[in-house]
């Protein structure tokens, strides 16, 4: 495969996580959707994002739910269970973000692609961290957002790309139990008996610092 087109699937892969983590897919609602009726229930955006990890963790743990996500993207280098745990991950990502204020379906070009890489840059944890420092944008937690609305659309979009690499580095085909292990990002958070479960829970409890 040329550089191009390992290019190109990539950021199929990861437009492909974005689509499901904002649009939602089967029986999971868009994250807006899915937002506001956590919400609703709960009657406090704390209380709400806290429901929304709870559930998804359950999903996460359920035997066979990548399955149940219908389409699940991917290509040869990353396993399909993997994509679906990176997508569930990211959309409860995406869940957090819209309790918190943020809006995953800006009408705006800019203000949707700054989400959008906000959103991936969590997805790495605290690699996330290097990730940025490495494309030479200086924030501290509660200001990316801030700082992203400064970086033009073609840096963001780069941003995005190289998220996928690491994601295949870390989580790709052919690393067996280890790898799997890897996608824990944070210490603590086990819930369940499950991997799937455990990254879930990680992800939205990263998110709930992050937003």
């Known amino acids: 495969m040329s550089k191009n087109q390992s290019d190109q699937s990539i950021s199929e892969w990861i437009d492909w996580l974005l689509n499901f983590a904002i649009n939602g ?4 609602p868009s994250a807006k959707q899915n937002a506001k009726d956590h919400l609703k229930r709960k009657g406090d955006p704390e209380s709400a994002i806290n429901s929304v990890i709870r ?19 991917t290509i040869p280098l990353v396993p399909v269970s993997v994509t679906a745990s990176l997508g569930l991950g990211l959309y409860t990502i995406a869940c957090v973000a819209e309790l918190r204020g943020y809006d995953t379906e800006a009408k705006d070009k800019d203000e949707y692609a700054q989400v959008k ?7 790495l944890g605290d690699g996330g961290k290097e990730l940025v420092k490495k494309a030479g944008i200086q924030a501290g937690k509660g200001v990316l957002y801030g700082v992203l609305k400064q ?3 073609k840096v963001l979009i780069e941003i995005n790309k190289q998220v996928g690499f690491r994601l295949i580095a870390k989580y790709g ?7 799997v292990m890897k996608m824990v990002p944070l210490a ?3 819930v ?3 991997l799937d479960g455990t990254f879930v829970y990680t992800c939205g409890q990263y998110a709930k610092t992050r937003f």
């Open 25 to 28: 897919c089967g029986v999971f």
């Open 55 to 73: 559930r998804n963790t359950s999903y996460a743990t359920a035997t066979g739910f990548a399955t149940g996500l219908g389409g699940v993207a």
């Open 117 to 123: 890489t906000l959103m991936l840059i969590a997805l």
């Open 151 to 153: 970086v033009p659309n």
């Open 173 to 179: 085909a052919g690393r067996g139990v280890v790898t």
């Open 188 to 190: 603590g958070g086990v």
């Open 192 to 194: 369940g008996g499950t």
